[in-house]
């Protein structure tokens, strides 16, 4: 797997609809948390506040948009997949299913989390 060291350099290896939801999901994350920490790891783009909150991965069919305490997020739209202790995601093939509103919801719910909770890969 190709190593990056920047997320413009993870979304400039990227075509058509993967650079096109990346990029709108990492517009969103950006917005939400502007003081969030974004770097590449696991090879992947990551989001720290207080710990990782959330990734993006693109995948040959979908672009996971995952969150490490997605089991404790209020997932009211019904986006979330997964069955792990912690974490879920969101498998998105478009941007037109992208929903905004939910997504910027799912991320400041994760921030929040976060920072009430501590840095959930050392059991925080």
């Known amino acids: 797997m190709a190593k990056y060291e920047t997320v413009d350099a993870y979304i400039a290896t990227l075509d058509g609809w993967q650079h096109d939801v990346v990029a709108t999901l990492r517009g969103i994350i950006r917005e939400v948390a502007p003081e ?5 790891k696991w090879s992947q783009p990551v989001y720290e506040i207080n710990g990782p909150f959330c990734y ?15 089991a404790e997020l209020e997932d009211r739209n ?3 997949e997964g069955s792990g202790a912690k974490m879920r995601h969101v498998k998105l093939t478009d941007t037109q299913s992208i929903d905004r509103d939910a997504f910027a919801g799912l991320v400041r719910e994760a921030v929040n989390l976060n920072l009430e909770k501590g840095d959930p890969t050392k059991g925080g």
């Open 36 to 40: 969030a920490l974004e770097a590449i």
């Open 56 to 70: 993006l991965k693109a995948h040959k069919n979908n672009v996971n948009f995952g969150f490490w305490r997605g």
């Open 78 to 80: 019904g986006l979330l």
